[in-house]
């Protein structure tokens, strides 16, 4: 199928991203945006990124991005995202919960606070997000893709909670599967090194170096491998639906 005709199956098809200002939540949009899909980007505090990006995809295709700002761990201002989405663009046929907190949670320093944090982002909002969205979903035969970890197979030392919350949202994508079937699917995408985080001094240059050599592909991956695998999900695996996609260089066979 050429790309011409791609756009077209996929153009007024609408697209709501949580965190999808910068970084790997942006090339997703920029993936999806050249398939011909409406994007509404969700953005916590990135504005001068949101509004970048919206400029940039809209120049390429006129009105065919908004932007919405919302703090996800406020769990009663969810269904507006998709309210809001719904009545720009007249439809949502696509969430992806991209979004996410990721720092260390070690033993001993485990508060509630870093609980909620961790928790609320990475497992509470997708749950509740994809709850606000299950009419408009059903009723397009939509899709949603879960963005999760490599890690949630073999946690990684000291980052306890978030580990957790990513284990949970492997298993709230399979009972999503379940619950919304046959008219949505649900998938998710765990990626491994594909985009160290900002100013965080432990992935130093010697850390870097050993998670590559652990890496069967001996690289890190790009931001467009992690939004390759969402847009397949979402675009070309129609009969997939509780599946999980490891975009992980073969990291996670050899730790």
């Known amino acids: 199928m050429n790309s011409a005709h791609k756009n077209s199956e996929?153009?007024?098809?609408?697209?709501?991203?949580?965190?999808?200002?910068?970084?790997?939540?942006?090339?997703?949009?920029?993936?999806?945006?050249?398939?011909?899909?409406?994007?509404?980007?969700?953005?916590?505090?990135?504005?001068?990124?949101?509004?970048?990006?919206?400029?940039?995809?809209?120049?390429?295709?006129?009105?065919?991005?908004?932007?919405?700002?919302?703090?996800?761990?406020?769990?009663?201002?969810?269904?507006?995202?998709?309210?809001?989405?719904?009545?720009?663009?007249?439809?949502?046929?696509?969430?992806?919960?991209?979004?996410?907190?990721?720092?260390?949670?070690?033993?001993?320093?485990?508060?509630e606070s870093k609980w909620h944090d961790l928790m609320g982002s990475n497992l509470k909002a997708p749950l509740f997000l994809s709850q606000a969205a299950a009419v408009e979903l059903r009723k397009h035969h939509g899709c949603i893709v879960n963005i999760t970890d490599m890690h949630v197979e073999r946690p990684k030392k000291g980052y306890i909670v978030y580990s957790v919350a990513k284990a949970g949202l492997v298993t709230l994508t399979k009972s999503l599967a379940h619950e919304l079937s046959p008219e949505v699917r649900v998938n998710a995408v765990a990626p491994g090194p594909v985009q160290w985080p900002e100013s965080n001094p432990q992935f130093d240059e010697v850390y870097r170096q050993r998670v590559i050599n652990q890496t069967l592909l001996k690289r890190v991956g790009e931001a467009e491998d992690v939004a390759k695998a969402v847009k397949f999900l979402i675009t070309d695996a129609p009969f997939i639906t509780g599946h999980v996609l490891a975009v992980d260089g073969g990291r996670s066979l050899n730790l």
């Open 10 to 111: 996929h153009k007024n098809k609408v697209v709501l991203i949580t965190g999808g200002a910068k970084r790997v939540g942006a090339a997703i949009c920029r993936s999806l945006h050249a398939q011909g899909f409406n994007i509404m980007v969700h953005y916590k505090s990135s504005l001068t990124e949101a509004r970048a990006l919206q400029a940039e995809l809209n120049l390429q295709r006129a009105n065919s991005v908004a932007i919405i700002q919302a703090d996800l761990l406020n769990i009663a201002g969810l269904p507006n995202l998709v309210s809001e989405t719904v009545q720009h663009f007249g439809r949502l046929d696509v969430l992806i919960n991209n979004a996410s907190t990721y720092y260390a949670s070690e033993i001993g320093e485990i508060d």
